[in-house]
Every structure is written in structure tokens, then in C-alpha cells.
């Protein structure tokens, strides 16, 4: 399984535009990006996945680079609802678990 | 839209009991899965569970833990004899096929274990 790396937390104000950046060196040619969000004392949600380039979905959009060793989360215009933590997930589909890491928390204030 | 259910939300018990938490998954999926949250911590994948038998599952899923559909709608997790390190947010999700990308996850079930 492919490693990732991700800010522990990040701070943002109401109304900006947040990126959070996952980093992936050793991702293999048939691993896919997926990004998940937990609010606190929920279930984690599936917000969005990619292979390469550009992927935009009406949350967020993930940009990969052709190297694919990271990938950029980016959240427009983040309201305090944004508030939780982002997971970077590195996988080829294939198996049945899903491999959370310690996630990056985000804190989104007036 | 539909949701994954699940019941109770919070479970306070005894060490060395039984427990059993339940969950609805979504109508159409055929993908089931367990995981688990140690305040804290991050999300473990404990097991996960297709056509009626275990299809994978980690090392956290040892003897002491069972999954059963018993019926078309229900999917349970037992713990047969609790332990203090087994408090934790139990999540169930469930998918239409098996991959990572469209796991729906539940509310979770908080279990105290004293």
C-alpha cells in the first residue's frame, strides 16, 4: 500500500479557498486518489476520486500531477460547516478495506 | 438520499459481556463492512462482508468478533466478551460493488466497555 502524508491540521477563514496537498511517493500505476471527510461523531463521506489531472465534482476538485506522488484537495470558498477531517486514501480498487490515515484536521473560523 | 442506519448509538457495558450492534444497510448494496474509531484515533477496517461470508479482515477481527446478515436488511457486528480496549465508535458502511471509492458509512455506534 502506497504511503501518505498529509498536515496534521489547517486553519482557514470562512469564505476562502482551502488546499490541502497529499503526498504519495511510492503510488503504483493502478492506485486511484480518494479523498474522504469526517465531521466529528460521523461516518466518514466519500468526496472525491481521481486517477490523473483534474477531477472537479460540486464539493471540491483534485488536482494530481502527471507524476501522481501528490495530490492537491482544493475546497472553494470553505463555510464553517467545512470544519473536519480530510483523508488522502491510496489504493487500486481492488480490495475491500479502506486504509485511513491520521487525516488532516480542518478548522474553518469566522 | 438513501442512508446506512445504525442502532444503538451509544451502548455502555460491562467487561466481559456480549454486544451486539446492528446496522441497515443501504437496499440495493451487496457490500458490506465494519470498521472502528478509537477516540482519537484513526478509523480501522475490521471486516468486510459479501454474499453471506467474510470477504476480508483484519487483524483487529480475531476470534472474538462475528459479523451475521440474519436477515435481508440487518447486518451485525457481535463482540462475545468485551474488554476495556474494545470502547471505541463502531461504523458500519456498505457499497453497491466493491471498491474503495462509494463506501457509505453509518452514524456509528459509541460502545463503552467498563
Known amino acids: 500500500l502506497a504511503k501518505t502524508t498529509q498536515p496534521i491540521s489547517m486553519d482557514s477563514y470562512e469564505g476562502q479557498e482551502v488546499n490541502i496537498t497529499c503526498s504519495h511517493n511510492?503510488?503504483?500505476?493502478?492506485?486511484?486518489i480518494t479523498w474522504y471527510q469526517q465531521f466529528p461523531s460521523q461516518g466518514p463521506r466519500f468526496i472525491i476520486q481521481?486517477?490523473?489531472t483534474k477531477v472537479t465534482n460540486e464539493v471540491a476538485s483534485l488536482f494530481i500531477p502527471a507524476d501522481r506522488k501528490s495530490s492537491t484537495l482544493s475546497l472553494p470558498r470553505v463555510s464553517l460547516s467545512d470544519t473536519a477531517v480530510y483523508y488522502c486514501?491510496?489504493?487500486?480498487?481492488?480490495?475491500?478495506?479502506?486504509?485511513f490515515g491520521k487525516g488532516t484536521s480542518l478548522l474553518v473560523t469566522p | 438520499e438513501p442512508e446506512v442506519t445504525q442502532t444503538p448509538s451509544h451502548q455502555v457495558t460491562q467487561m466481559g459481556q456480549e454486544v451486539i450492534l446492528r446496522c441497515v444497510p443501504i437496499?440495493?448494496?451487496?457490500?458490506f463492512y465494519w470498521y472502528r474509531q478509537i477516540l482519537g484515533q484513526k478509523v480501522e477496517f475490521l471486516v468486510s462482508?459479501?454474499?453471506?461470508?467474510?470477504?476480508?479482515k483484519s487483524e483487529i477481527f480475531d476470534d472474538q468478533f462475528s459479523v451475521e446478515r440474519p436477515d435481508g436488511s440487518n447486518f451485525t457486528l457481535k463482540i462475545r466478551s468485551t474488554k476495556l480496549e474494545d470502547s471505541a465508535m463502531y461504523f458500519c458502511?456498505?457499497?453497491?460493488?466493491?471498491?474503495?471509492?462509494?463506501?457509505?458509512f453509518g452514524p456509528g455506534t459509541r460502545l463503552l466497555v467498563l
Open positions: 481521481g486517477y490523473k
Open positions: 458502511a456498505s457499497s453497491e460493488w466493491s471498491d474503495q471509492e462509494t463506501q457509505y
Open positions: 511510492n503510488i503504483a500505476t493502478n492506485d486511484y
Open positions: 462482508f459479501y454474499n453471506n461470508e467474510i470477504s476480508e
Open positions: 486514501l491510496v489504493g487500486d480498487n481492488s480490495g475491500y478495506a479502506l486504509n
Open positions: 437496499s440495493n448494496h451487496l457490500y
